[in-house]
């Protein structure tokens, strides 16, 4: 281009021309479980998160792969495209995924410990928000059940048994105000009740894309069968039949939703129970054994941790029990 | 939170000037006045970035494998194979730990059966774990370890059925809804 410089517009000394240097590629590498970016100006691991893995709250997964290392701009970074062990299973422990339970909410005081004052869900809620904890769906679970998906360290999953109104008046909004996501259990026959969720509020939580309502069976009877004498095994295996069909069909048409997870009454499961929900192709089925679920826990056995309202945050830490340590080296 | 070998990096200072000197789009205003201002000197070669964190991910995988972290440390190989042609040392190094990885996970599995056939039960999930914590997608781990879960969790159940007949029978009710 011997003659370019003859074919340059004429410049004056008020001419500000920007040059830009040829920006350094920002994909390094990158194959079918990770990618290998330079960070740019403004990258954060949450950013980085949404535009990789489309989730944001997959910040502490793309920073774990990074040690949690501050970002430079044009450093080299990893982005996890597939957990690096779905499992959850490492030689110091394994991730596992608390599902906390409540029932009734009050304004005031309780000595009913199914009861949770506002003031003290309020406090924990705020409590998982200060302290990282990633609250996820329990579609988000099957996910890490089923080594489908990875999810954030520190989730916690929230659900809400037996539908009463309170749900929707105190904690419903709580919930909102964090963005928390939460499940809500429901026995079909108790809707319609004084104290309980009605049809409209079910359906305007849902719609705010907070709430799943979900199956708690029909008249909230316990699954544990009564003793040989007094229910035959075709007599139990009708009565959990008729516990779990009709409100499925009542959820689905009222709800317009898919039933796909089931709380036991009184947190009681069964063998029969169990299977009866396996050939009905339930996701999830959850129990109110304390502790956390591992990523190889049975998906209709789940541990659910019930939070009573006399719970102090000391109490409540107790049940966040997102990873148990062992030497598996 | 999954214990790694370091928590923080510190990146090397050199390695930080070229970052920062590699920022891209940044802006270079030029002036066009009369005269022209001489252009400013190339700035002096120093290890790009992407060479420093290539030297990064070779000390951690050696850091990660002494530590007992071979799945890790395999992983930090492969980010050095990703962002070389050819790397003799990283392919090396992924074949070793893949035979080791292999020999470890099955010798652990091994055990695992084994303890399961003496119905040692917590001792077969230590070792399902370990050869999980090795290879996070091993079916016959991950099945075992189900198959223990549920068996843990239906005899819980069955003592809280004993638990719960004897309530009905006394008139009461379990607080647990």
């Known amino acids: 281009m011997a003659n370019a410089p003859a074919m340059m517009p004429p410049q004056t000394a008020s001419v500000v021309i920007p040059v830009m240097r040829p920006a350094p590629p920002v994909t390094l590498a990158k194959n079918d479980d990770f990618i290998i970016v330079r960070a740019q100006p403004g990258d954060t691991y949450a950013k980085l998160a949404q535009q990789y893995l489309k989730d944001a709250s997959l910040a502490d997964v793309v920073a774990d792969a990074n040690d949690g290392m501050m970002l430079v701009p044009g450093q080299p970074l990893v982005v996890p495209l597939k957990a690096e062990n779905a499992s959850g299973v490492f030689v110091d422990g394994y991730q596992t995924v608390p599902i906390l339970c409540y029932h009734q909410f009050t304004t005031g005081r309780s000595t009913d410990l199914m009861v949770m004052p506002r003031d003290s869900f309020a406090s924990q809620m705020e409590y998982l928000k200060n302290n990282n904890y990633h609250v996820i769906s329990l579609a988000d679970l099957l996910g890490f059940l089923s080594a489908a998906k990875p999810i954030p360290p520190r989730s916690v999953v929230i659900t809400v048994d037996d539908g009463f109104r309170s749900g929707y008046d105190i904690a419903y909004p709580i919930l909102k105000g964090y963005g928390f996501r939460a499940t809500f259990f429901v026995y079909t026959d108790f809707v319609g009740g004084g104290r309980s969720l009605t049809w409209a509020e079910m359906n305007e939580m849902r719609a705010s894309g907070m709430i799943d309502i979900q199956s708690h069976s029909k008249t909230h009877t316990s699954f544990t069968p009564a003793a040989d004498e007094k229910e035959t095994t075709s007599a139990y295996a009708a009565r959990i039949k008729s516990e779990i069909d009709p409100p499925q069909a009542v959820l689905e048409r009222q709800l317009g939703t898919a039933v796909r997870d089931f709380a036991y009454p009184y947190g009681d499961a069964s063998r029969s129970a169990v299977q009866y929900l396996q050939e009905k192709k339930y996701a999830l089925a959850l129990t109110v054994e304390r502790g956390g679920n591992p990523s190889f826990g049975n998906p209709l056995l789940l541990r659910r941790d019930m939070v009573y309202g006399n719970a102090t945050i000391a109490d409540f830490q107790k049940y966040l029990r997102v990873y148990t340590r062992a030497n598996l080296k | ?177």
């Open chain 2, 1 to 177: 939170m999954r214990l790694t070998s370091r928590r923080l990096l510190v990146l090397p200072i050199a390695a930080f000037m070229t970052a920062c000197a590699g920022m891209p789009n940044a802006p270079a205003m030029l002036v066009a006045s009369v005269p022209p201002p001489p252009p400013a000197p190339p700035p002096a070669p120093a290890p790009s970035a992407p060479a420093q964190f290539i030297a990064d991910q070779r000390s951690e995988a050696r850091q990660l494998e002494m530590s007992g972290m071979l799945a890790r440390a395999r992983l930090h190989w492969r980010y050095v194979m990703a962002l070389t042609e050819r790397d003799e040392e990283a392919a090396r190094e992924i074949a070793r730990l893949d035979a080791l990885i292999k020999t470890r996970r099955d010798a652990a599995l091994a055990q695992g059966e084994a303890a399961m056939m003496r119905g040692r039960t917590a001792d077969a999930q230590t070792a399902f774990l370990k050869a999980l914590a090795l290879d996070g997608s091993n079916e016959q781990a991950r099945r075992r370890l189900i198959e223990l879960e549920t068996s843990a969790a239906f005899v819980r159940q069955d003592r809280k059925d004993v638990r719960t007949r004897a309530q009905r029978a006394a008139g009461s009710e379990s607080p647990e809804n």
